[in-house]
């Protein structure tokens, strides 16, 4: 995205100074006939648009940010949260806001302890967490409540924690939606499998087990059992998971729908395909790279969609409402809108997703 146009680049090219620009935006006259000319003709020409967070507190203060979230690449998950979190910071760059990464690899609960004890020293304004571990973000947000610094989350609702605003898909329902879609897609008298992921600590992702709850309440309340049986794939090792996977359905040859928990699906996927095995239904989560080629390929049936680039976009702006005017929401907790992506809508994504 091109860069906006500051209040400080505007009162260059005016010739006036910062506060003229500020008092003129903000209708507060004491200005000369002159200045507003010369700052209104500067404002037609470079179409700039007030923004309603632009004020003279903000341009005279700066705030630090972190932001600590999974390592964010390009066409996974967390890449596309991080666009949605710098897409916001553009379009508020009036507003002097520091930024730092504070990353952590999302399958090791070592790695996420080790970011989170380092965001006290960097002294923050308020952080952005997309939670992963349970125990290890409640342990962080008791150190900031501690310090008065506001936070918001991403991705996860963590319990006994107590978050400026929220923003992230309704977990449960999502699993109850998987739950749902299994057993429209399968024979009622097939098995179904759930696959979580492997991680190094004692300690699973909060994301998987709220989608597991849903999942499994979804099942409880039918008029009829399903067997499920549950497995665990290594993200970090996908050669040992491909063995793996294949052991596990020749082990369970009833199996004929498979929920992946996470946005891995398609390593699933690519070990039933390497198999000549067509007959299992998969359903995952997320737009990611790897999974849109699946759902092309017709070898994933249906993706769960978080918008996650709208949850790292509306995390920022909520940042903001509280440092600039300490707004404090009623409603904490926005749930994102959970779409079903199946091969004959993909196309209509594209907006959220390079091929």
């Not at 972190?66 to 390009?74: E, F, K, N, R, S």
């Not at 916001?88 to 760059?93: G, P, Q, R, V």
């Not at 996908?238 to 082990?251: A, V, Y």
Request: aromatic share 8%; hydrophobic share 40%; net charge positive.
């Amino acid at each position: 995205m091109a860069r906006q146009v500051k209040i400080k680049d505007i009162a260059q090219m005016a010739g006036v100074s910062a506060g003229t620009v500020d008092r003129i935006l903000h209708n507060r006259g004491n200005v000369s006939s002159k200045s507003r000319e010369a700052v209104e003709k500067v404002l037609a020409e470079t179409g700039y648009k007030f923004n309603i967070h632009t004020s003279a507190v903000s341009l005279k203060k700066a705030y630090k940010l972190v932001i600590a979230i999974p390592t964010a690449i390009d066409g996974e998950y967390w890449g596309t949260v991080r666009k949605g979190i710098e897409h916001a910071l553009d379009e508020y760059s009036d507003i002097a806001i520091d930024c730092e990464y504070a990353f952590y690899n999302q399958f090791d609960i070592f790695s996420c302890r080790n970011s989170f004890r380092s965001i006290a020293e960097k002294k923050p304004s308020a952080v952005i967490i997309g939670a992963t571990f349970a125990s290890e973000t409640v342990a962080l947000c008791r150190r900031l409540d501690k310090e008065d610094i506001p936070y918001v989350f991403v991705d996860s609702v963590i319990d006994k924690t107590n978050p400026s605003e929220t923003y992230s898909s309704d977990q449960n329902a999502c699993g109850r939606i998987v739950g749902r879609l299994l057993n429209l897609f399968t024979p009622k008298d097939a098995e179904l499998a759930v696959f979580g992921s492997r991680r190094i600590g004692n300690e699973r992702a909060n994301n998987s087990m709220t989608r597991m709850k849903g999942l499994m309440e979804y099942f409880g309340s039918l008029g009829y059992r399903r067997i499920i049986k549950e497995s665990r794939i290594s993200v970090q090792e996908p050669e040992e998971s491909k063995k793996d996977i294949i052991r596990f359905l020749e082990d369970n040859p009833a199996v004929k729908g498979i929920a992946v928990l996470n946005s891995r699906g398609y390593i699933v996927a690519d070990s039933l395909a390497a198999c000549g095995i067509k007959d299992i239904r998969l359903v995952s989560f997320d737009l990611t790279v790897n999974n849109i080629r699946c759902v092309k390929d017709g070898t994933i049936s249906a993706i769960i969609c978080q918008r996650p680039e709208l949850q790292g976009f509306h995390a920022v702006k909520a940042i903001i409402r509280t440092l600039l005017y300490n707004i404090k929401e009623k409603n904490v907790h926005h749930f994102m809108p959970t779409d079903i992506v199946i091969k004959e809508n993909l196309p209509m994504y594209k907006e959220i997703y390079v091929e």
